[in-house]
């Protein structure tokens, strides 16, 4: 098993920290992993994305051009990624912000309202742990406690007592996604 | 001692790594894409338990000449930076390995010339494995290809260093500096409590005293000194080539690369073998000493060697010597801080070589 | 459209309060919001504009966060390697003495690895203008100590805030430029206020003249925040600034010229 995944998005929607997880969770696993961040200062504001690759087999290239699953959590990401998904991929996407929706009718097309149901949770911090559980639907290659051993491994102890805050925002987002 | 499994940053592995190897001293000056490792270093404040010390210098000249102090105390010292500050790092280097001192140096290489790009490159091949700095010396140069090889190059080029005296580079990129992968940790090793005989510690009345130092005025012991030099790095290149390979029985392609491009290229392998193309990879671990003979013996079986590097051509001269005119060499790489992928790579193969 | 006419109304040269100086181009500033450094740019832009030097004019920027300042002022430019920009100026100067020569630097640039080349360019008098952005900061590279940062305060190469025995003291490298003979005036401002805007803008117009004039290095030191790298909203690294930064950097002229026939 080998899943190229992308997530893009701003800095500051914790698109990183996300790939992080993701990246831990795998390690809970037992599997290989890797994780390549785009860094400099774009990140002042600018956007942000993450190539996680969870493989049961040693991990060959950490940089690649086309990608299993696309998690896209704006418009200029979306303009930039749709095309990477390859063909019969998944594109996962949080249509808050969006003007232009995807297009492609080789890939499956998901939606995650992330940003607005963590408006309503009143946790926005919680956002890309909403994205996550809707990955973690479509693509369930990871168990959830490894999930949980994971998020507990990224963060620092003392914000341990955030985790089930965190639990929670997972639980919801395997809920709202839905196929476009 | 069991070795211990962490997620890390290619960075954060040399910093750890450092530490564990029972490193005396590091001395560093921030800069992009390898401040995590300085960073990491003060955030793990390793002189409070193993006694090592970490300095952040005023600059990388003075960092590097801060490791030349250390280094001729018999000290496992490092420091660690991106090209720009490797450039200046360049007259203590060239000093270091003139007074024959063991020492690590970590380039986390970024696109040049000039202040360039933060983003990976593999352009400082010619730097690092030519020379660098003036006159004739080598230094020993690791090339790690993931964020395992991060740390355990650490200890490797501490042996290496020590082993032979001379001063020892892992010349890595941002693409492996910045990425998290598994690596297992090497248990704590104890700092080293022998001295060599040579380190600068206080003259005792039982030897002579010991002076570190790359002059000679004579041209008659200098020349000496340089064929011992000579003799050394042909010691080196005796023992120490390190490569790995993939598919390379049966393959009528061949690529050669190194650190990110040499993954990169893992991929394009079984991209190309998946349409039936037979290629193969080498995948030179050591640059300086370069898997030459290796290379020879490979150009009696393949069509063409293609040389895939993050630069316009550098570590090609090198598969050029050592194939020495028995098959076609071509290059292909992306500059500027572009890291190449897997697809174009491939989609060269069959274009420019094959078709072409 | 109603809403229109309405701007356009308002839009009347007698209505004119405040005008982007000409010397500023209109590329967007790469800078944190609320950072000191485009307020420094500004100011210097409307002097050069004001003093009408923009075709007598070479800057020298610096590596660090201004270090695409050759973007936003539309003068002729050198980009310097880090550290070394007084090297660059003095060269500049020395061939072409009749021009305006300025470097503009951040503390790490010029307090850390261009020490040397900020003390002895000052100590040789050269007749250039030194602006130091002095946030107590590496800016660019993501909020590391600085020579300048000041004791106890928390960055990511001092964690848990600068312990001064382990990683040396905070560098009052002004003070010690002011007592080189080569040095004319040496001052030092902040942009954070209306009125020290005007302050460091006045220092900036006799540091010009003194140019003119031949009369050695002209210093001007910007106590500047730097949002970003100390984890704070603009408003609260103002403060932060006034109440830790000023007290040890005091604000105001650290050496001036003695015969007042200078101007
Ligand atoms: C030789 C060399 N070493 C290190 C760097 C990395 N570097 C870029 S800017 C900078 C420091 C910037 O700090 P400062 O001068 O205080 O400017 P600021 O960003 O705070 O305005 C460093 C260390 C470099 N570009 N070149
Ligand atoms: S990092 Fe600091 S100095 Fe640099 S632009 Fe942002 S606020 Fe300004
Ligand atoms: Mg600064």
């Given at each position: 098993m080998t899943e190229e995944i992308i997530i893009a998005g701003?800095?500051?929607?914790?698109v990183l920290s996300m790939g992080k997880i993701m990246a831990y969770s795998g390690v809970m696993q037992d599997m290989e992993v890797s994780w390549m961040p785009s860094y400099g200062p774009e990140m002042r504001g600018g956007t942000a994305n993450v190539i996680v690759i969870i493989s049961s087999e040693r991990i060959s290239s950490p940089i690649i051009k086309h990608f299993d699953t696309g998690i896209i959590l704006n418009q200029q990401s979306l303009d930039k990624f749709e095309s990477s998904v390859k063909p019969g991929g998944v594109l996962i996407y949080d249509s808050n912000g969006i003007t232009r929706h995807p297009e492609r009718k080789d890939i499956t097309i998901y939606r995650v309202d992330a940003a607005e149901e963590a408006g309503k949770m009143n946790s926005p911090k919680t956002f890309n742990m909403i994205v996550l559980g809707g990955f973690l639907k479509v693509k369930p290659i990871i168990k959830m406690e490894n999930v949980i051993k994971g998020l507990k491994k990224s963060l620092p102890e003392r914000y341990h007592n955030l985790i089930p805050m965190n639990e929670k925002a997972l639980q919801k987002g395997l809920e709202i996604v839905k196929k476009v | 001692m069991e070795k211990e499994l962490r997620l890390m940053k290619g960075n954060e592995a040399v910093a750890e790594a450092a530490i564990r190897a029972g490193a005396d001293g590091y001395f560093g000056y921030p800069i992009t894409p390898q401040s995590e490792i300085l960073e990491y270093l003060m955030e793990a404040s390793p002189w409070k338990t193993t006694g090592m010390v970490v300095l952040q210098a005023e600059s990388e000249i003075a960092a590097i000449n801060m490791v030349y102090g250390g280094a001729a105390c018999g000290k496992k010292v490092l420091t660690t930076s991106s090209s720009p500050g490797i450039s200046l790092k360049q007259e203590g280097i060239t000093y270091i390995a003139g007074a024959e001192l063991p020492c690590l140096i970590v380039n986390v290489v970024r696109g040049g010339p000039g202040l360039g790009t933060i983003q990976p490159a593999q352009s400082d091949y010619f730097q690092a494995v030519k020379g660098g700095g003036h006159g004739d010396y080598h230094l020993i140069v690791l090339a790690p290809a993931s964020v395992q090889e991060m740390a355990d190059f650490v200890g490797l080029g501490f042996d290496l260093a020590f082993k032979y005296r001379n001063p020892a580079m892992i010349l890595s990129d941002g693409a492996i500096g910045q990425m998290m992968e598994k690596v297992w940790l090497s248990p704590q090793q104890e700092r080293s409590k022998s001295v060599p005989a040579w380190a600068t510690t206080g003259k005792p009345s039982t030897r002579k005293r010991n002076i570190i130092t790359s002059l000679d005025l004579d041209p008659n012991a200098q020349e000496v000194f340089n064929q011992k030099l000579i003799a050394k790095y042909n010691e080196i290149k005796e023992k120490e080539v390190r490569y790995e390979e993939l598919r390379c029985d049966d393959a009528e392609y061949l690529f050669v690369a190194y650190g990110t491009s040499a993954r990169v290229c893992m991929k394009s392998v079984q991209l190309a073998r998946a349409q039936g193309i037979k290629v193969g990879l080498l995948r030179p671990i050591t640059l300086y000493p370069y898997p030459s003979k290796r290379l020879n013996q490979l150009a009696d079986r393949v069509k063409v060697m293609i040389s895939v590097e993050m630069s316009a051509g550098q570590m090609i001269e090198d598969v050029l010597l050592s194939v020495n005119g028995k098959v076609p060499v071509h290059h292909f790489g992306r500059m500027g801080g572009i890291v190449t992928n897997p697809e174009e790579v491939v989609e060269n193969l069959k274009s420019k070589i094959i078709g072409g | 459209m109603a809403e229109a006419t309405g701007i356009k109304d308002i839009l009347k040269p007698e209505n004119l309060v405040y005008n982007k100086t000409?010397?500023?181009?209109?590329n967007v500033l790469s800078y944190c919001p609320g950072c000191g450094h485009g307020t420094a740019h500004r100011i210097l832009a409307e002097i050069i504009g004001e003093e009408g030097l923009q075709s007598q004019t070479i800057g020298v920027s610096p590596v660090g966060c201004s270090v695409l300042l050759y973007n936003y002022l539309d003068i002729d430019w050198q980009e310097a390697a880090h550290g070394r920009a007084p090297a660059v100026a003095t060269a500049i100067k020395r061939l072409l003495p009749d021009k305006f020569v300025f470097t503009y630097q951040g503390d790490g640039d010029l307090?850390?690895?261009g020490t040397a080349e900020t003390i002895h360019s000052c100590n040789r008098g050269e007749n250039i203008l030194i602006i130091f952005i002095n946030n107590g900061i590496y800016g660019m590279t993501g909020g590391q100590m600085a020579p300048t940062t000041i004791s106890g305060m928390k960055t990511s190469t001092s964690p848990y805030g600068r312990d001064v025995k382990l990683m040396g003291n905070p560098l009052k490298i002004t003070d010690i430029v002011a007592?080189?003979?080569?040095?004319y005036y040496v001052t030092r401002q902040s942009v954070h206020t209306p009125a020290n805007v005007r302050k460091t803008k006045k220092a900036m117009r006799k540091a010009v003249q003194y140019q003119k004039l031949n009369k050695g290095t002209c210093f001007i030191e910007i106590v500047s925040n730097c949002p970003s790298g100390w984890k704070m909203t603009p408003v609260l690294s103002n403060k932060w600034m006034e109440e830790n930064m000023f007290p040890f950097y005091p604000l105001g002229d650290i050496k001036v010229p003695e015969e007042k026939s200078a101007q």
């Open positions: 701003f800095g500051g929607q914790g | - | 000409k010397i500023m181009t209109d307090a850390a690895i007592t080189l003979p080569g040095t």
